[in-house]
């Protein structure tokens, strides 16, 4: 039993080590600066339903620059494919990581992607 018990501490530890606060910007937290952005395609059953708006992608800009987690905080479209469209192109974007303390960090970031027929 005692053994289990201190199998279970250091496995706990170990996943203390491994989580990774996530920032906001401000309070010494520099933000992480676009490098390449990838708009989102329309679905072909949104253009045909000439939808137009906007979708708010909440992501994780990570300490290497990359988009981790994605979800919508607003959505245009959840039927026609509109908003899953942004999360896959928020998912392409490359940042210049935030910082903070001069070290590249993990941010919450905010994407608005657009959708304007022409």
């Not at 906001?24 to 059953?45: F, H, I, L, M």
């Not at 981790?68 to 026609?80: E, H, M």
Request: no cysteine; glycine share 8%.
């Amino acid at each position: 039993m005692r053994s289990l018990a201190g199998a279970l501490a250091v496995i706990a530890s170990l996943g203390v080590l491994q989580a990774q606060d996530v920032y906001k910007v401000g309070n010494g937290v520099a933000a992480p600066v676009v490098v390449r952005s990838v708009k989102p395609d329309y679905t072909p059953e949104a253009l045909a339903a000439r939808i137009e708006g906007a979708v708010s992608v909440e992501t994780i800009v990570k300490a290497d620059g990359t988009v981790g987690d994605a979800k919508i905080v607003k959505s245009l479209d959840n039927v026609l494919g509109l908003d899953q469209q942004a999360v896959k192109a928020a998912k392409q974007w490359l940042f210049k990581p935030g910082t903070k303390d001069g070290k590249a960090v993990p941010v919450s970031v905010t994407i608005e992607m657009t959708f304007t027929l022409k």
